[in-house]
Nanobody
Framework: VQLVESGGGLVQPGGSLRLSCAVF????????MAWFRQAPGKEREGVAR???????RYADFVEGRFTASFDNAKNTLYLEMNSLKPEDTAIYYC????????????????????WGRGTQVTVSS
């Protein structure tokens, strides 16, 4: 399984971005997937989680600003981010697991076996 993120960039506070994570090499098995982010000097933290049943869950700090979705035809996971804040600045990573992650561990990066290389999001005026 290969994950390739795109869509990052520089945006002003209050702006929007849409991140994409294309999945290659897996066409048969449903994957659980997630978005994580890592700011300089901080630990990697979970942002959004899609279960193998396509149920979406979000970290508390998202506060309704982000929406994750999956396009089956394109085998691509998206993260629509609105009302961006400077503290959202980070490298955003896409991760996948073969269904072993539970709700209790959904934002534990050690539970994911596949990772993309990340895309930089910078929120600044």
């Amino acid at each position: 399984v290969q994950l390739v993120e795109s869509g990052g960039g520089l945006v002003q506070p209050g702006g929007s971005l849409r991140l994409s994570c294309a999945v290659f090499g897996n066409t048969n098995d449903r994957l659980g997937m997630a978005w994580f982010r890592q700011a300089p000097g901080k630990e990697r933290e979970g942002v959004a989680r899609m279960s193998v049943f396509r149920v979406m869950r979000y970290a508390d700090f998202v506060e309704g600003r982000f929406t994750a979705s999956f396009d089956n035809a394109k085998n691509t996971l998206y993260l629509e981010m609105n009302s961006l804040k400077p503290e959202d600045t980070a490298i955003y990573y896409c991760a996948a697991d073969p269904g072993l992650v539970t709700t209790a561990t959904m934002f534990d990066p050690n539970k994911y076996g596949y990772w993309g290389r990340g895309t930089q999001v910078t929120v600044s005026s």
